[in-house]
């Protein structure tokens, strides 16, 4: 994973970039599945430390799109879901990132940075505030073999049916059309980042609230209740985790897995497109 800092230089006159540490959090010790049924029933079981954020929204890039020189007109945690995004900084520093990869819009005084997208692109882009300064060592800037691999990217939500089971069904309003306006932002609890190391394992569970999933290294297998089902979440992919009772789902990391997790309320899930399933609730 690559993940850079786009800032406005001390007198303001331009960009500058440099690596941008996150915080992620290392689950080391198995988590009790009876913790998310305990949540489910509405128990205090305790939660992570949430950075708040002033909401999720998504952008789909057409190929040959050029922003040109901007300043940031929000500070934005970027994320590439898919595509490939050439972003230069007003000292003349270029960077190619592709999905998996993040960058955090921080330079609203000056000329701004360019970003330019040679094939089609989608972002996520999460509004973080003035007072978020994360730190530590930067990540590899290479560190996973998946990365750049030619596959279709994977969009889900894993969700609840009336016979209290988990299924998937494609998470089609995620994403506006190629070359349409960006999302609205979408207000959320909060995010986090979170580390399962290989072979980390969580038995048959609900999720216990409503979590947006992104990868950004390894692979997370998540196989649901329902019809068994099991699909294999890579680098740059998303699950909108959202069932949240009933039997729920098994979670089996193969390699080190990094995640960021975005929590919503109820009320601010996406409307559902296209569900099919004879046990589907909408």
Request: glycine share 10%; charged share 25%.
């Amino acid at each position: 994973m690559k993940s850079i800092w786009i800032y406005s230089t001390a007198d303001g006159a331009h960009s500058a970039s440099r690596p941008l540490p996150l915080p992620f959090r290392r689950m080391e010790r198995p988590i009790d599945p009876e913790i998310f049924r305990r949540q489910a029933r509405g128990e205090d079981v305790g939660r992570p430390r949430l950075t708040p954020s002033s909401g999720l929204g998504a952008q789909h890039l057409a190929a040959g799109h050029d922003t040109g020189w901007q300043p940031a007109s929000a500070r934005n945690l970027c994320m590439v879901v898919s595509g490939r995004v050439e972003i230069e900084t007003g000292d003349g520093v270029h960077h190619v990132l592709q999905r998996g990869d993040a960058f955090l819009e921080d330079d609203p005084s000056g000329r701004g940075h360019r970003l330019r997208c040679p094939s089609d692109c989608r972002l996520l882009r999460l509004g973080v505030g003035a007072d978020w300064n994360p730190s530590g060592a930067p990540l590899p800037a290479q560190d996973n073999p998946q990365d750049g691999m030619p596959r279709p990217t994977r969009l889900r939500r894993m969700y609840k049916a009336a016979d209290g089971k988990a299924y998937f069904r494609e998470f089609d309003t995620l994403f506006p059309a190629v070359g349409a306006a960006a999302t609205a932002a979408r207000p959320v609890r909060g995010f986090h980042f979170v580390i399962f190391p290989d072979g980390y394992f969580i038995d048959w569970h609900p999720e216990g609230c409503n979590n947006f999933v992104w990868i950004t290294a390894g692979e997370l297998a998540l196989e649901v209740s329902g019809d068994r089902t099991v699909e294999r979440f890579g680098v740059g992919d998303v699950c909108l985790a959202e069932d949240r009772t009933g039997e729920g789902h098994i979670d089996r990391a193969h390699g080190l897995v990094r995640m960021v997790l975005v929590e919503l309320e109820d009320e601010q899930l996406w409307p559902v497109a296209g569900a099919k399933s004879a046990g589907t609730s909408a």
